[in-house]
């Protein structure tokens, strides 16, 4: 059964660093596109980057560009999310989905991925 876990979400002061992991089981993650997107308390979710399969290319949000680093480890089956320079902001519970067959891999949309995580809260406070 394909299956997306996220980890890794915690408390940290503005300016600190977090590193959310994607574990996925049921499937090889090495030739799908994964996306991260969160979701602050009465927003709409935002997509915050993608990978694409293979190639391994990135796509960020401009509200996280040039702070967040997305990555994949195919030996572990796993995608990670960087997080650094952390602002209030940020907070957000953090999910990880699987991009739907034919999709475009820059996609930030969530209606364009499926197969979401159950997510990890990041909370930046000071």
């Known amino acids: 059964q394909l299956q997306l876990v996220e980890s890794g979400g915690g408390l940290v002061q503005p300016g600190g660093s977090l590193r959310l992991s994607c574990a996925a089981s049921g499937f090889t993650l090495d030739y799908y596109n994964i996306g991260w997107f969160r979701q602050a308390p009465g927003k709409e979710r935002e997509g915050v980057s993608s990978i694409r399969g293979n190639s391994g290319e990135t796509n960020y949000a401009d509200s996280v560009r040039g702070r967040f680093t997305i990555s994949r480890d195919n030996a572990k089956n796993t995608v990670y999310l960087q997080m650094n320079s952390l602002k209030p902001e940020d907070t957000a519970i953090y999910y990880c989905?699987?991009?739907?067959?034919?999709?475009?891999?820059?996609?930030?949309?969530?209606?364009?991925?499926?197969?979401w995580g159950q997510g990890t809260q990041v909370t930046v406070s000071a």
């Open positions: 989905a699987l991009l739907r067959y034919g999709r475009f891999w820059e996609s930030l949309k969530d209606f364009d991925y499926t197969d």
